[in-house]
């Protein structure tokens, strides 16, 4: 079976059929559990210009191989010669191909993906966890574009999943991190994370002059406050992009110019990137535990999108072997 | 005689009277050729809320001791002890003191300045062209942040004199600049400064995909364009503030997140910044010299201000001595 998104808000349950043979390079590989992203319901919500329906989304999936070989799935399809890749910044690839989005995904029982996008996980990671490879490997990924240093003290926006596992990550680096999520329910539900971690969960902070400041949510407004929270000389972490028809004001901007800020862009992750969040991830499964809201069966996905469009708890992952709802 | 910034769009000429004894650290110096900055003419017009009046202003002078030992004047006053002076980025010193806005500057026969911020320049230097070793300071210090390499290419908007000079410093540093500068009036009045350098100066570009890209003025549509123009992976140095309460839309700022682009902001120099600069403007005087536009008598700055203010010419250079009106 599959859910495909056959239109806008309509993602429907499929037989999988047959499949072709995969092209050379590809595999066909069969999908233990997928996560939902937000990016996934946004695509439910709004479409995208380059998204060409119908088609079946998912990027953060654990898939496993006829030799039982588990693997995470780095979801980009790079092409290895251009200048972005040939600098080893694949993401920015030219001719960039995203699973979930410009090919069929992991919202299915299969799907096809390039072999040398199937990174392995270690027998004793558990399947559900794993999922999150991909946006702890984003995260990874963003902390590496903005130099974070165990001398940092870091403020991030945001506690939602990519917050909290972004906290996390610079916790680990040796850097003090505090988290701002202006929701109190969605502190609530973290409270076994951060009592795990002991990461600093507040609605607001009235310190300033962070080393690194980082926007894990696309509220314009974090991003203005954050942007005024920066040290001279210091960094913002533009990881997020932010809710669209919004305005900046020009007064607020110029903070970067006279405060010498350097404000770096990260966007999605390389294959190193997720490897690496592979092997964190493996040391930090008991408190990564936490940010899974719920293990699910696939059908339920489609009533669970306006949930995750509307950003208000950690991470549904979808099912598609019926052993892990409910057993993790 | 000193001009005197005696309250909003009023400058006077006063005697300089008799000088109390300079500090212990700082001298009292003769001004040579003092030039007008755009800054001064905006505090000239709006004054600065951390601006005490009355002032001299100005900041891009050459000073002469009682030795006839000629030198330009690092502008800053900082501790020496803070983290930021400490990190070699005294620029950004916590209690920095700036000539000619925290105390009195050039505009005026005498000044008294830091010692260590008078930095000496070469006997074979022209005294009216090293009044833009401050600019080319800030210029270079610009520079640095954008990590200017000898294979980018590079867009500057903004055709003034930063303009020129940074598309001078970074065809020097064997990058390939081009200006954009939307007034037609000002690439013709470049027209020596362009021949000289053979440096392009358009009024706009198809081109795409610059390494990096410079705002050289404060026009906050020169800044969005420029961010458009930045290629993937690129950099953006937001080199001057932007005009005020103007607006800029998320989708716009978004683009250094989705194309992982690099906004640095440089606000003013170091010494070390500044006397590169007069290194650099050595060899280069026969093309800086088209950047002055007029040497003037100093009661003359009152009515050149709007002038200024209005950005429409290059530099004009008060002569304190009477000797370099006319003459270079």
Redesign the interface.
């Given at each position: 079976m599959k859910m495909v998104l056959t239109g806008p808000k309509r993602l429907e349950v499929q037989e999988s059929g047959d499949f072709e043979n995969s092209p050379a390079g590809y595999a066909l590989v069969r999908v233990l559990c997928c996560a939902i992203c937000r990016t996934d319901a946004k695509m439910w919500s709004e479409g995208h210009r380059d998204l060409v329906l119908p088609r079946v989304p998912g990027h953060e999936m654990v898939v496993v191989d006829d030799w039982q070989r588990r693997y995470v799935v780095w979801p980009g399809d790079s092409c290895g010669n251009c200048r972005?890749c040939v600098?080893g910044?694949e993401?920015?690839c030219e001719v960039m191909q995203i699973t979930g989005f410009h090919r069929d995904g992991g919202f299915a029982d299969r799907v096809i993906v390039p072999q040398t996008s199937l990174l392995p996980i270690p027998e004793t990671m558990s399947v559900v966890t794993a999922c999150l490879a991909e946006p702890l490997g984003c995260v990874l990924h963003a902390l590496e574009?903005g130099h974070i240093s165990s001398s940092d003290r870091v403020l991030v926006y945001g506690g939602g999943t990519l917050g909290l596992l972004t906290a996390l990550a610079a916790k680990t680096a040796g850097a003090r991190p505090v988290v701002i999520e202006k929701n109190p329910k969605k502190i609530k539900i973290a409270d076994g994370f951060l009592k795990k971690t002991e990461i600093v969960c507040l609605q607001e902070t009235s310190e300033n002059d962070f080393d690194l400041v980082v926007n894990a949510c696309p509220d314009?407004t974090a991003?203005q406050k954050g942007l005024a929270k920066v040290d001279?000389?210091g960094r913002f972490l533009?990881?997020?992009?932010?809710?669209?028809?919004?305005?900046?004001?020009?007064?607020l901007?110029?903070?970067?110019?006279?405060?010498?800020?350097?404000?770096?862009?990260?966007?999605g992750l390389t294959r190193e990137n997720m490897r690496r969040a592979v092997y964190f991830m493996e040391s930090h499964q008991d408190a990564v535990k936490y940010l899974i809201e719920a293990v699910v069966p696939p059908e339920r996905a489609p009533r669970l999108m306006p949930r995750v469009l509307a950003g208000g708890g950690f991470k549904y992952v979808l099912d598609f072997t019926g052993s892990f709802v409910n057993t993790e």
């Amino acid at each position: 079976m599959k859910m495909v998104l056959t239109g806008p808000k309509r993602l429907e349950v499929q037989e999988s059929g047959d499949f072709e043979n995969s092209p050379a390079g590809y595999a066909l590989v069969r999908v233990l559990c997928c996560a939902i992203c937000r990016t996934d319901a946004k695509m439910w919500s709004e479409g995208h210009r380059d998204l060409v329906l119908p088609r079946v989304p998912g990027h953060e999936m654990v898939v496993v191989d006829d030799w039982q070989r588990r693997y995470v799935v780095w979801p980009g399809d790079s092409c290895g010669n251009c200048r972005f890749c040939v600098a080893g910044r694949e993401n920015l690839c030219e001719v960039m191909q995203i699973t979930g989005f410009h090919r069929d995904g992991g919202f299915a029982d299969r799907v096809i993906v390039p072999q040398t996008s199937l990174l392995p996980i270690p027998e004793t990671m558990s399947v559900v966890t794993a999922c999150l490879a991909e946006p702890l490997g984003c995260v990874l990924h963003a902390l590496e574009i903005g130099h974070i240093s165990s001398s940092d003290r870091v403020l991030v926006y945001g506690g939602g999943t990519l917050g909290l596992l972004t906290a996390l990550a610079a916790k680990t680096a040796g850097a003090r991190p505090v988290v701002i999520e202006k929701n109190p329910k969605k502190i609530k539900i973290a409270d076994g994370f951060l009592k795990k971690t002991e990461i600093v969960c507040l609605q607001e902070t009235s310190e300033n002059d962070f080393d690194l400041v980082v926007n894990a949510c696309p509220d314009e407004t974090a991003f203005q406050k954050g942007l005024a929270k920066v040290d001279k000389g210091g960094r913002f972490l533009f990881f997020s992009g932010l809710a669209k028809n919004r305005m900046i004001e020009t007064g607020l901007i110029d903070l970067v110019h006279y405060r010498e800020i350097t404000l770096s862009g990260a966007y999605g992750l390389t294959r190193e990137n997720m490897r690496r969040a592979v092997y964190f991830m493996e040391s930090h499964q008991d408190a990564v535990k936490y940010l899974i809201e719920a293990v699910v069966p696939p059908e339920r996905a489609p009533r669970l999108m306006p949930r995750v469009l509307a950003g208000g708890g950690f991470k549904y992952v979808l099912d598609f072997t019926g052993s892990f709802v409910n057993t993790e």
